[in-house]
């Protein structure tokens, strides 16, 4: 069995043939109830709102308001990553699995595989959709001037190319520990005596914990307290230059806060699960078999706190952005007023030939 446990395909809970009973003595040795209930009930409420969420971002972003802007690649980039990983979700849920009976994912080692390389690939493509918003924020606020030169549809796309194809190839070498054990699909099995097996793990596990998120980490805080700095000398300079209220100073610092406020809720909601990883892989404790209950309680919080950073994006667009309430607004009467009118055409058709 492994020795350290992957961090991202989170909760592989009881992967090893636990029973339904053990984890009424799993919660009873430390972990409250509470947070058992609460996994529980996030789970399908996250499915249904990120599904509705991020529809209706990529929808928006195919507006005649957005389609334009090479930043609206990126925010749909970060939709379907986001939709991959709520939705790929529950298949390693115990109770998925008791209720169809089988674990889908392990019908043999190649579904295995793929299961575990679409949810990392998922992660850390979402990541690194997030650093490339904060790097178009970043060059549109330093340099203005050369904004539109750099930031262009092109470009965006050479980048989310570079992204998929060098974390498709990690995430392909990587899966060699990902195995069908007894029924189950287990992302980290080796052989953990073997040192050099060991090492050849805690590399890959390293470098996957780095493209996931402290390198993403290093860059989003660096980017954006240098936006955060430029800006407050931007607003400093207007001040004192004159008192008129400019639109696209404004309509500027609130896109630049809906990215300030995705990279923060990214920070806090991620940085629990790193160090836990981290923690974990340093001391040579299996993570998803640690029998501390402080430990344990710990996990649950830090993996329920990544799962609502995949839930989260859709509403600070709502809170930040007036264009994209709008928008919204716009698709949904839209498709009502659709409805309404073909009612009023079916009505209308049936009273006519009626006469």
């Given amino acids: 069995m492994s020795n350290v446990s992957t961090f ?7 992967m090893n043939g636990t029973s339904a009973s053990s984890i009424v003595n799993w919660t009873t040795d430390g972990l409250p109830s509470v947070i058992v209930y609460i996994n529980y009930v996030f789970l399908p409420v996250s499915i249904i ?3 509705i969420g991020n529809i ?4 928006v972003m195919r507006t005649e308001r957005y389609i334009g802007s090479p930043s609206s690649y990126l925010l749909i980039l970060l939709s379907v990553t986001d939709l991959v990983v709520i939705l790929s979700q529950p298949f390693k849920q115990l109770p998925f699995i008791d209720l169809v009976g089988i674990d889908v994912r392990a019908f043999n080692d190649i579904t295995c595989k793929l ?9 850390m493509t979402s990541s690194w959709a997030v650093v490339g918003l904060c790097i178009e924020r970043f060059i549109a606020v330093w340099f203005p001037l050369k904004a539109k030169l750099l930031i262009t549809k092109r470009a965006v796309s050479v980048y ?16 060699y520990a990902s195995k069908v054990v007894n029924g189950k699909c287990n992302p980290d099995v080796y052989d953990y005596t073997d040192p050099t097996e060991r090492t050849r793990f805690g590399i890959m596990l390293q470098g996957g914990t780095a493209i996931y998120s402290n390198v993403p980490t290093i860059l989003l805080v660096t980017l954006t307290s240098l936006i955060i700095v430029k800006l407050s000398k931007h607003k400093k300079k207007r001040k004192r230059m004159t008192s008129i209220r400019q639109a696209s100073p404004q309509q500027d610092a ?13 920070v806090i909601l991620i940085l ?14 299996t993570v998803y078999s640690e029998k501390s209950s402080g430990f344990n309680l710990f996990k649950e919080i830090a993996q329920l706190m990544e799962k609502l950073n995949y839930c989260l994006n859709f509403f600070l667009y709502i809170m930040t952005s007036k264009q994209f309430r709008e928008s919204i607004g716009q698709i949904l009467f839209f498709r009502c007023s659709q409805k309404y009118k073909k009612r ?7 009273s006519g030939s009626r006469y």
């Fill in 8 to 14: 991202l395909p989170d909760s592989e809970v009881m």
């Fill in 49 to 51: 709102v990120v599904t």
């Fill in 56 to 59: 209706l971002t990529i929808l």
């Fill in 115 to 123: 299961y575990i390389m679409i949810r990392r690939l998922s992660k």
């Fill in 160 to 175: 989310i190319v570079t992204v998929l194809v060098v974390i498709i190839i990690y995430t392909s070498v990587w899966s």
């Fill in 254 to 266: 609130k896109i630049t806060a809906m990215l300030i406020g995705i990279v923060i809720s990214f």
């Fill in 272 to 285: 629990p699960i790193t160090f836990l990883h981290n923690r974990a892989f340093l001391k040579q404790q």
């Fill in 344 to 350: 009023e055409e079916n009505s209308s058709t049936r």
